[in-house]
């Protein structure tokens, strides 16, 4: 006598949750992403506000607003084996995610077949956008930050490049990632108040924008025709297009005088050297002694402020160590 065969196993249907990116603009979906959204059966998401919504309906699908529960949803694609996709807010959906992994964690369901599918990706750097956002509100809500000027953030630039700089010869990886951060602060913040001046106002972009250009326009070996081999051939496109960008009629215009004095006096002698100018002059004290150092420094491909901080440094450690010995 045949078996009787054995009654299929009944449908339990699909979710797709669709995750997408608030930092792509709305309706640049993946091509998966819209072929899920034509082929479900039903189409949900929790927020009426969703940015995808109109680009959604717009291409013809029906979007219903509904937040249901794990359980609500496993019982809707069991009904006919449906496929449900879920519009994910910019969170996610962490209440039915986990809802429906302590489902399928008891053993004691059928579950509908689960599919992650991200609509859309994040591009590199598109964190700044984040940044831009929260500056922008901190500088309209925050009693502190919305009668800031550039003249009073000046100083905190300076002590920021210079917790930079400590960080970068501490070789403390997460501090120098934290103190970048904070010089980024600083360049978006004065963007900010930048822009709110009445009378030659700029922006974020216009900062970016020019950086951008200049980059392009003194890499000619990268963006153009132009060929270099050599760190030196690139520093020579650099200068070459730089002299021709500002126009000076000296090689001292441009150079920060505010500058730590040994950085000024490298700087000076290494603008000397390239335009084949020996002006370095003679005279008494330490001072003079001190410039003809650094400029001897310069010329021998030593940056004279970074070799005197780290021997600062050392001086240091010597002194603790002197400290420690005499504690002893």
Same mark, same amino acid.
């Not at 904070?182 to 004065?190: A, G, I, K």
């Given at each position: 006598m045949n078996a009787s065969p054995a009654a299929p196993a009944p449908a339990t249907g699909r979710v797709v949750l669709l995750t997408t990116s608030h930092r792509v603009a709305p309706g640049l979906?993946? @091509? =998966?992403? @819209? *072929?899920?959204? #034509?082929?479900?059966?039903r189409v949900l998401c929790a927020d009426p506000d969703? =940015? *995808?919504?109109?680009?959604? %309906?717009?291409?013809?699908?029906?979007?219903?607003?509904?937040r249901p529960t794990a359980r609500e949803l496993v019982d809707v694609c069991a009904d006919g084996g449906l496929t449900v996709a879920v519009v994910a807010g910019a969170e996610g959906e962490p209440e039915l995610t986990d809802g429906l992994a302590r489902?399928?964690?008891?053993? %004691?369901?059928?579950? =509908?077949e689960l599919e992650l599918l991200p609509g859309s990706y994040d591009l590199p750097g598109a964190r700044l956008l984040d940044l831009v956002r929260v500056m922008d509100r901190i500088r309209r809500e925050c009693p502190w930050s919305e009668s800031r000027t550039h003249q009073e953030l000046a100083k905190y630039g300076l002590e920021e490049a210079y917790e930079l700089i400590e960080a970068i010869e501490d070789g403390d990886r997460e501090t120098l990632r934290e103190e970048l951060g904070?010089?980024?602060? *600083?360049?978006?913040?004065?963007?900010r108040i930048a822009q709110d001046d009445p009378d030659e106002p700029f922006?974020?972009?216009?900062?970016?924008?020019?950086?951008?250009?200049?980059?392009?326009?003194?890499?000619?070996?990268?963006?153009?025709?132009?060929?270099?081999e050599t760190p030196e051939e690139v520093?020579?496109?650099?200068? %070459?297009?730089?002299?021709?960008?500002? %126009? #000076?009629?000296?090689?001292?215009?441009?150079?920060?005088?505010g500058q730590p004095a040994l950085a000024l006096a490298a700087?000076?002698?290494? #603008?000397? #050297?390239?335009?084949?100018i020996d002006a370095l002059p003679a005279g008494e004290g330490v001072g003079y002694e001190l410039l003809a150092l650094a400029a001897r420094a310069e010329a021998e491909g030593t940056d004279p402020e970074t070799a005197l901080r780290a021997a600062a440094r050392a001086y240091r450690d010597a002194i603790l160590a002197a400290e420690a010995g005499g504690a002893g």
């Open positions: 979906l993946s @091509w =998966p992403a @819209w *072929q899920a959204l #034509r082929t479900a059966d969703h =940015p *995808q919504l109109p680009y959604v %309906r717009e291409a013809g699908v029906t979007v219903e607003i509904a489902l399928a964690g008891s053993g %004691r369901e059928a579950m =509908p904070d010089v980024l602060l *600083q360049v978006v913040f004065h963007a922006t974020i972009d216009d900062v970016a924008g020019g950086i951008v250009e200049k980059l392009i326009h003194r890499h000619p070996h990268v963006f153009g025709e132009e060929t270099a520093k020579a496109h650099w200068l %070459r297009t730089k002299a021709i960008e500002k %126009r #000076r009629t000296s090689v001292t215009e441009g150079v920060p005088m700087k000076l002698a290494g #603008r000397a #050297r390239t335009a084949g």
